[in-house]
């Protein structure tokens, strides 16, 4: 059972282009959560989504990102319009239900804005 | 979201066992008390969680105190791959899917 993939592992962007990140949960999990943390400092979450629903976007920035868990394929953190402060490496976790039980986090996609 | 107090670093000697303090006074009833750790460079990984007895893994212990107001993770022999920084997480089950909210945690530094 592969763990949980993400992809790119590096991402470079220039300011004012769009980023993609991909998120594939592992098998069997259904609830998927986006982290970002900025160089030295902690996680902060983003969001959290189920399969074709946005449950929890409280961490997310109200303009430029937006995110989603389609019914087939990968989640997907799209940011617009990036600038320097996105900066920053993005985990994306998945569980198979709640939090009750272990949650599996991926390596991250490290994103430079140049 | 339930308030965890850790240390923001520790140093101990390889082969040593270490203990990671957390603080939780305002834990609720329905807490679960997770911990996860992040090595440099990878995403955070889980360690252990517990309610309110003593539990055991391959990787650790968790040591709750009887008024659950605070915690400890025991490494019972530390290795140098053990150096990350430990996170000290409440989570309320009773509330359903919620978010795991990281503080700052504690940055262990393992001596060889």
């Known amino acids: 059972n592969a763990g949980v993939m993400q992809n790119p592992r590096h991402l470079v962007r220039r300011r004012g282009q769009e980023a993609r990140l991909r998120c594939s949960p592992m098998?069997?999990?259904?609830?998927v959560y986006w982290y970002r943390q900025l160089p030295e400092e902690g996680l902060k979450f983003m969001v959290y989504?189920?399969?074709?629903?946005?449950?929890?976007e409280s961490g997310m920035p109200k303009e430029r990102f937006s995110a989603e868990f389609p019914k087939e394929g990968p989640s997907i953190l799209r940011i617009q319009q990036v600038v320097r402060g996105d900066s920053a490496a993005y985990f994306c976790?998945?569980?198979?239900?709640?939090?009750?039980?272990?949650?599996?986090f991926g390596q991250g996609t490290r994103l430079t804005v140049v | 979201d339930a308030k965890t107090t850790q240390p923001n670093s520790m140093e101990s000697n390889e082969e040593e066992p270490v203990h990671l303090p957390c603080n939780h006074s305002?834990?609720?009833?329905?807490?679960?008390i997770h911990w996860y750790r992040q090595l440099p460079s990878q995403g955070p990984e889980y360690v252990i969680h517990?309610?309110?007895s003593n539990v055991n893994n391959r990787m650790a212990s968790l040591a709750i105190a009887e008024d659950r107001k605070s915690s400890t993770l025991i490494l019972h022999r530390a290795t140098l791959r053990d150096a990350a920084v430990y996170y000290c997480?409440?989570?309320?089950?009773?509330?359903?899917?919620?978010?795991?909210?990281f503080g700052q945690g504690t940055r262990l530094t393992i001596n060889p």
């Open positions: 098998k069997g999990h259904s609830h």
């Open positions: 517990g309610l309110t």
């Open positions: 305002t834990i609720s009833g329905t807490d679960y």
């Open positions: 997480i409440l989570r309320d089950v009773v509330q359903g899917a919620q978010k795991l909210v």
């Open positions: 976790a998945s569980s198979p239900r709640d939090w009750d039980t272990e949650a599996f």
């Open positions: 989504l189920q399969k074709e629903n946005i449950i929890d």
